[in-house]
């Protein structure tokens, strides 16, 4: 079983709102969001486009991260999201 590395990332839904989540297997988990099969909110503001993304040491560390994101204004999101394009 090979390690995967963890990930805090933000979508863009189809209404302009931003999602924040967590994955060890970012390509299964964006598919899953984009099929319907992710995240309950995603599923009803389809569709949906990586914005953004950042490893993170262990889950642990990707769960801390993510909670800090969520506490951001959008701007505040916004300006992350500008400031790491990729």
Do not use: F
């Not at 863009?12 to 995240?39: Q, V």
């Not at 949906?48 to 990707?62: G, M, N, Q």
């Amino acid at each position: 079983m090979s390690l995967r590395e963890w990930r805090v990332y933000i979508l863009r839904c189809g209404d302009g709102s931003l999602y924040t989540g967590i994955t060890n297997d970012l390509d299964r988990r964006l598919k899953a969001h984009s099929s319907g099969r992710g995240a309950k909110y995603t599923r009803s503001h389809e569709p949906v486009e990586l914005v953004y993304s950042e490893p993170a040491l262990d889950k642990s560390s990707a769960l801390k991260r993510e909670l800090a994101i969520k506490g951001l204004t959008r701007e505040q999101k916004l300006k992350l999201i500008a400031e790491n394009q990729y």
